[in-house]
Nanobody, 115 residues
């Protein structure tokens, strides 16, 4: 069983930055895909960014050029650098790990962008 622990959320003003971190434990295997999803109240969870061990990335269109995903494969850790944050980025951000065709989720961290 893979456990994911997120950190780094909080309250930030529009135009500000935050860095999310997620550490995976409970597996000896390298996790093929790690990423971030977000969910706003009353809306479905949406993909924000993912990264595979080889380095390929995928971003939702609305965050391209503002968010950067990175990984430390040796530590099964994934990061999300979020710049130029806007109120519409407000959501609970969830870390995701895909291992052997199974999806694992963190508990989520709140990101609030407000003046």
């Amino acid at each position: 069983q893979v456990q994911l622990v997120e950190s780094g959320g909080g309250l930030v003003q529009p135009g500000g930055s935050l860095r999310l971190s997620c550490a995976a434990s409970g597996t000896r295997f390298s996790i093929s895909t790690m990423g971030w999803y977000r969910q706003c109240p009353g809306k479905q969870r949406e993909l924000v960014a993912t990264m595979v061990t080889g380095g390929s990335t995928n971003y939702v269109e609305s965050v391209k050029g503002r968010f950067t995903i990175s990984r430390d494969n040796a530590k099964n850790t994934v990061f999300l650098q979020m710049n130029s944050l806007q109120p519409e980025d407000t959501a609970v951000y969830y870390c995701n790990a895909r291992l052997l065709a199974l999806d694992f989720w963190g508990r989520g961290t709140q990101v609030t962008v407000s003046s």
